[in-house]
């Protein structure tokens, strides 16, 4: 038997809780499973599956993406960074290799989440205060994502992420105007993507998802008969 994080707005076990930047950080609360890890890393669904779009038009310019995205949100830029589990250079360099790899041959999630524990390897995300690790009272370091899930959250976030980058792309080169947030819904899907749903943005400077780690929205065109 295992103590996982049970994300109270989406239901799914994870690590995670809905918030409003990239990050694998979270604030759930435990409760007790039995379901083990391999469970938790789910079935063998393809990224394409995953993404819910037949992406083969699409793959030349996520692999753009992935190709110049600094991945602002898990490298780290200094030592306390570092200290607090954000990825070094080489750490970013594995993770590009293993999102290309896998956009390429339309890969399977769960692959790609045990490539990114084998390769890249995070290890347990802290809190940081004011540019520091921060340290309660004990002095202890207050761990926000566990290395256990780290690779699973962090496969499906970035998924997500540079599949709809390279849908925006595509669009722009084919002349579109304008996307649509389109939000995957069900009893996991969380009010703040609900809220986001339909909403039409300028393709130039549109708020693209993830919205939240394990987001599973997406962006449509929005194209005008005539």
Known sequence: MEYVFRCGCCKSLNKVNTVKKINDSHSCEIKESTETIDEFYGSNHTIQEWVNVNFDEYTKKIIEAIRIDKFELLAGTNIEQ?????????????????????????????????????????????????????????????????????????????????ANIGRNNYYKEQGVDKVRWVAAMSERTCPDCMDMDGRVMEINNAQLPPLHPLCRCSISPVVTLK
């Open 82 to 162: 570092l200290k607090a589990g954000m990825f070094t250079p080489k750490q970013v360099e594995s993770l590009r290799t293993e999102l290309t790899k896998t956009f390429n041959r339309n890969g399977d999630m769960k692959q790609l989440a045990k490539n990114i524990k084998l390769n890249v390897n995070p290890g347990d995300l802290y809190k940081m205060k004011d540019g520091k690790v921060y340290r309660d009272a004990d002095g202890k370091k207050v761990v926000t994502a566990y290395k256990e899930y780290r690779p699973i959250n962090i496969a499906r976030t970035e998924v997500i992420k540079e």
